[in-house]
């Protein structure tokens, strides 16, 4: 089983959409949680960072973790075709991050 | 500010051909790593250096190592490349050793191994 599962999608939506992206994980040792943005051909830029249950709203993005579930979310609101790319979760225990697969998101016009 | 750069952005090998990929980042970071990125895999830690001078192992290092020539500079060196080695590299960088430090990636490198 690996540590991280995420939905690779593709995902695609009109814009103005509500967004969710999910994750679960299955080691309890995991205490911080981020969100990662993948344009094509890039490399992955830090989205959100929390290291807590609960919510963080970073604008348009909010960020969800329930660690009782084992469960992060990603919200994205008012979607817009700039948000078209991969989101990758990540979460650490303290001494390595391990990430998910990656989201596809299509925002289309 | 170029933030993190990797060198080169494509390259083609056949099997058994040794190469070196090269990072660098002007950021003044203490800790760099080096991912590699399969699909359906995610992103997976083939080595990391905390610090100048020292470099650790990641999850997948089989057939790889590395040097940390300096703070700027960490190069991850395949001695006799295989197909299984085809994928997308980053290079990443971050301030402090603390795994909660945000990491900032460059741009990868695209290798294909025949």
């Known amino acids: 089983q690996k540590e991280v599962e995420q939905d690779p999608g593709p995902l695609s939506v009109p814009e103005g959409a509500i967004v969710s992206l999910n994750c679960t994980y299955s080691?309890?040792?995991?205490?911080?949680f981020m969100w990662y943005r993948q344009y094509s051909r890039k490399g992955p830029e830090l989205l959100m960072y929390?290291?807590?249950?609960g919510n963080k709203e970073d604008g348009r993005f909010t960020a969800q973790v329930d660690k009782s579930s084992k469960y992060i979310s990603l919200f994205i609101r008012d979607s817009q075709p700039s948000d078209s790319a991969t989101y990758l979760c990540?979460?650490?225990?303290?001494?390595?991050?391990?990430f998910g697969t990656g989201t596809s998101l299509t925002v289309i016009p | 500010n170029a933030g993190v750069t990797q060198t080169p952005k494509f390259q083609v090998l056949k099997t058994g051909q040794s190469m070196t990929l090269q990072c660098a980042q002007d950021?003044?970071?203490?800790?760099m790593y080096w991912y590699r990125q399969d699909p359906g895999m995610g992103l997976r830690l083939i080595y990391y250096?905390?610090?100048?001078?020292?470099?650790d192992k990641g999850e997948v290092p089989n057939g790889y190592n590395v040097s940390r020539l300096n703070k700027r500079e960490f190069s991850l060196r395949l001695e006799s490349a295989a197909p299984s080695q085809t994928s997308v590299y980053f290079c990443?960088?971050?301030?402090?050793?603390?795994?909660?430090?945000?990491?900032?990636f460059g741009p990868g490198t695209r290798l294909t191994v025949l």
């Open positions: 250096s905390a610090s100048e001078g020292t470099t």
């Open positions: 950021m003044n970071h203490n800790s």
């Open positions: 929390t290291y807590s249950s």
């Open positions: 080691n309890s040792a995991f205490q911080y």
């Open positions: 990443a960088s971050s301030a402090q050793g603390s795994w909660t430090d945000t990491q900032y």
């Open positions: 990540a979460m650490s225990p303290g001494n390595q991050f391990y």
